[in-house]
């Protein structure tokens, strides 16, 4: 047998499973409701309110799995800052697997010029300690989501940053610094 057609052979079947693949993370993001979750199971793992204000959808580069554009998640109350973490876009790489059974298990993160907002306040209590939110109240009299995404499994191999900007302020000594190489507006 002639190794060149093997090669093309063994090509042809790769190209052909990360197509079948992307086709599959499409069709089942499509039929999910990601924004929501992704918003929820955040909010309770950190204590925090995340809002994607952008579109979110499917990523093929530069991780496979999900985009979401125009993303905060906010800062301590009484923060000066608006946000702690402001981002244009992430793009979260998932496993493919999982998604069949409805769970989304994150494996890689990647910031596109994110707005990092360290700050200490005037007790000392750093704003990056992020806490699992303790619901007080009972929640409401509202239906569970009918099919509802378990995003409860992370196991994160990499976290990149592409143009981001951190800043730092001490309440106590009153001032800080910024470092980055941020072009574009703060929001």
Request: aromatic residues 6%; glycine residues 10%.
């Given at each position: 047998?002639?190794w060149?057609?093997v090669a093309l052979l ?7 499973v990360v197509?079948?693949?992307?086709a599959l ?10 924004r929501?979750?992704i918003e ?9 309110d ?11 580069f530069p ?5 979401a554009?125009?993303v905060?998640l906010?800062n ?24 069949l059974?409805?769970q989304?298990?994150v494996?890689?993160l990647?910031?596109q ?16 300690l992020?806490r699992p939110?303790?619901?007080?109240t009972?929640p409401p ?7 509802p995404v378990?995003?409860t499994r992370?196991s994160?191999r990499?976290v990149?940053?592409n143009?981001?900007?951190v800043s730092?302020?001490?309440?106590r000594r009153g001032?800080g610094?910024v ?7 703060q929001?």
């Amino acid at each position: 047998m002639n190794w060149k057609r093997v090669a093309l052979l063994v090509a042809g079947s790769l190209v052909t499973v990360v197509l079948l693949g992307g086709a599959l993370l499409t069709f089942l993001v499509l039929r999910l409701d990601v924004r929501g979750e992704i918003e929820r199971n955040v909010e309770a793992a950190t204590g925090r309110d995340l809002t994607i204000n952008g579109s979110v959808g499917v990523s093929y580069f530069p991780v496979l799995g999900l985009r979401a554009q125009d993303v905060t998640l906010a800062n301590v109350e009484g923060g000066r800052a608006p946000a702690f973490i402001a981002a244009d876009e992430i793009d979260i790489g998932v496993e493919l697997r999982p998604l069949l059974d409805r769970q989304v298990n994150v494996r890689r993160l990647v910031f596109q010029r994110p707005r990092v907002a360290l700050e200490v306040d005037a007790n000392g209590q750093p704003n990056w300690l992020l806490r699992p939110r303790v619901s007080t109240t009972p929640p409401p009299n509202t239906p569970p989501p009918e099919n509802p995404v378990d995003v409860t499994r992370t196991s994160l191999r990499s976290v990149r940053i592409n143009d981001g900007e951190v800043s730092f302020f001490d309440a106590r000594r009153g001032g800080g610094w910024v470092v980055g190489a941020s072009t574009s507006p703060q929001r």
